[in-house]
């Protein structure tokens, strides 16, 4: 019993540790004072600066547009490298093929993102909106092609199976009942993708170019000469579309997951 209380306040400490922060910031976004360790009052006047500062808004367009991007793209790819690892067993180069999707996993970001700049150079591709999009997508696949390997790896291929041998091809096979029943880690994969993109500062540092700067990079450059509650209040607005994400998310999550389990008691019936 007192093993389990102790676990609970370890926990509880925990969680304060990590979300009381975040909770101060949001709640002196609403301040009115300018000064952001003093309380001066309840105010929206920051949410209305903030949206008046093209700068800022500049830098949180380019980093919603990079962050979809990188994060549908690299889904792709990583729902593609989990499938060659899983379905084709030991092919050649096989090994090789899998230390380069997971390399960014253990990659310090400095060298990723040091790297990257030297390749674009050498290829004489100027940084911009798309160097760092290639960037961000070069190290979110390896994180969704993890999250739909470990689905994969439980897959029932009976499935498959029985769609085969009633003759639907395998492309469509793949699209009517393999995509399906692994779309909510495609979910969860995009998701990661997109939250990773959306706090990466050192590669797209390392990447970006004239109109591109991302809001992370913004931010710490205003940080470095003082935070405003600006700052803040851009800040909340990312935590608030973050969470709201993550609830769609589960909620899709949850909703294709009573699908499968109704659609398997159907077929269990039928038989």
């Known amino acids: 019993m007192k093993s389990g209380k102790f676990d609970s306040t370890i926990l509880t400490l925990g969680f304060a540790f990590l979300y009381i922060p975040i909770i101060i910031l949001v709640i002196y976004s609403f301040n009115e004072s300018k000064l952001v360790t ?20 500049s830098a949180a367009w380019v980093t919603l547009r990079v962050g979809l991007l990188s994060a549908s793209i690299g889904t792709v790819l990583g729902t593609l490298a989990a499938l060659a690892l899983v379905r084709y067993g030991r092919f050649p180069g096989r090994l090789l093929f899998s230390g380069m999707v997971y390399a960014p996993l253990v990659m310090p970001e400095v060298i990723t993102g040091l790297s990257l700049l030297l390749l674009f150079v050498a290829l004489g591709i100027d940084r911009s909106l798309m160097t760092v999009t290639i960037a961000h997508t070069t190290f979110t696949m390896c994180y969704v092609a993890i999250v739909v390997q470990s689905r994969l790896l439980t897959f029932d291929m009976s499935l498959e199976e029985a769609a085969l041998d009633l003759g639907c091809p395998p492309f469509k096979t793949f699209f009517k009942i393999t995509l399906p029943l692994i779309m909510p880690a495609v979910v969860s994969g995009w998701m990661l993708a997109f939250t990773l993109s959306l706090d990466d500062l050192v590669i797209a540092s390392f990447t970006t170019g004239p109109g591109a700067t991302t809001l992370p990079i913004k ?51 039928t038989a």
């Open 219 to 269: 931010i710490y450059s205003q940080v470095r000469l003082g935070v405003t509650p600006e700052i803040n209040a851009v800040c909340s607005i990312l935590i608030g579309l973050v969470t709201i994400g993550v609830i769609i998310a589960s909620i899709t999550t949850k909703r294709h997951e009573l699908q499968r389990q109704r659609d398997e008691h159907v077929a269990a019936q």
């Open 38 to 57: 003093v309380w001066g009052g309840f105010s929206l006047k920051w949410y209305r600066e903030m949206w008046s500062n093209a700068g800022l808004m």
